[in-house]
């Protein structure tokens, strides 16, 4: 099992520690960096500034948003960066929902979210093997674009740049069993936002389509800490944050996927407590249960022995969200 850094995007600014802690983390032995976006920071710029620093580690975007450019323009992000990184990237892609497609990007959801992210992956792969101009008979990303409110005059076109790898890995974040499935079938690897290794049999059947060297890549939430009820807190916030606020209350892909972990009831009152302005009741109300399956918190020893079930089932790359040196630390040498 490989290990990468998780940093997330940025809050209210950038964070000076994070080149710090990817420069560290490379000096460590860890596989790869990841760097995200919601509606702030977005994921290829701070991933830039660490390839200029590094030399070794591989760079993920976990995750770009679908929405936020056209699939041409997003192959051309990914095709430059692997290029000035000397072929590093990791290309790991998100639908989003509905509250930020429609809210932040300012574009309709898509009515069938699978068909329109097998299209958007069909056309990076287009440009990234760059075999012929890009074409393709789509509903959302139709090329050349023929729609009657188009001038009819597009043509097809291939990339004036020649891509460094035409099999540039693509993985996709996706929390839906036929999303999983479909992940399984279009892309290099998946990108779980919650895995609990308890539950990992769950996947096994979506799983079973993947190709050789399929990469699973959960992030999950790390602290070497005496106190256990305190590491967690951070992981409820993540929790109430993204059940609470990252969708809407009848349409939040994060709720149903805590539903489908076994706390429906538990969902639907953090979203409630979150939708009434209270957050410091919504995160309380998050599982500690939930919390702890779903991270690696606690004193060394602890941690040690919850590792052994992420390692015993199909997770490749263990993707960390920790930010202090002294975990990195012990994550790498525990995992060797």
């Known amino acids: 099992m490989r290990l990468g850094l998780a940093l997330g995007y940025w809050g209210r600014g950038p964070d000076p ?3 710090e802690l990817a420069l560290h983390a490379e000096r460590l032995g860890y596989h790869s960096v990841w760097t995200a976006e919601s509606w702030g920071s977005d994921a290829f710029t701070p991933l830039t500034w660490i390839a200029a620093r590094t030399s070794r580690i591989l760079l993920g975007t976990a995750v770009a948003q679908m929405a936020a450019r056209a699939p041409t323009a997003t192959a051309m992000h990914a095709l430059t960066l692997d ?3 000397g072929g590093r990237v990791l290309l790991g892609l998100g639908l989003s929902g509905p509250q930020v497609v429609e809210g932040w990007y300012g574009r309709p959801f898509p009515p069938s979210p ?11 792969r287009q440009v990234l093997r760059r075999e012929g101009p890009v074409r393709l008979d789509g509903r959302f990303h139709p090329h050349p674009y023929t729609g009657a409110d188009g001038t009819g005059l597009g043509r097809p076109l291939r990339s004036i740049t020649h891509p460094l790898r035409p099999d540039l890995p693509i993985l996709l974040g996706a929390e839906g069993p036929r999303n999983i499935a479909q992940t399984a079938r279009i892309a290099d690897g998946w990108l779980p936002l919650y895995w609990s290794p308890e539950r990992a049999g769950s996947y096994a059947a979506a799983l079973a389509q993947a190709p050789p060297g399929f990469r699973v890549a959960p992030l999950v939430q790390a602290r070497v800490c005496a106190d256990v009820a305190e590491g967690l807190r951070p992981v409820k916030e993540m929790l109430g944050f993204y059940v609470g606020g990252m969708g809407h209350a ?5 709720a149903e996927l805590m539903a489908r972990l ?6 639907r009152t953090v979203q409630r407590l979150f939708g009434q302005g209270r957050r410091a009741e919504a995160i309380t109300a998050v599982p500690d249960a939930l919390a702890d399956e779903i991270s690696l918190v606690g004193p060394r020893a602890r941690i040690a022995e919850r590792l052994a079930r992420w390692r015993a089932g199909p997770v490749t790359d263990l993707l960390v969200t920790a930010p202090d040196p002294v975990t990195l630390r012990v994550l790498a040498e525990l995992v060797g």
Do not use: D, Q
């Open 17 to 19: 520690r994070r080149l």
């Open 83 to 85: 290029h000035l990184s």
């Open 114 to 124: 699978l068909t329109a992210t097998r299209e958007y992956v069909a056309v990076v």
């Open 250 to 254: 009848t349409r939040n892909f994060h």
């Open 262 to 267: 076994g706390y429906e009831a538990e969902a």
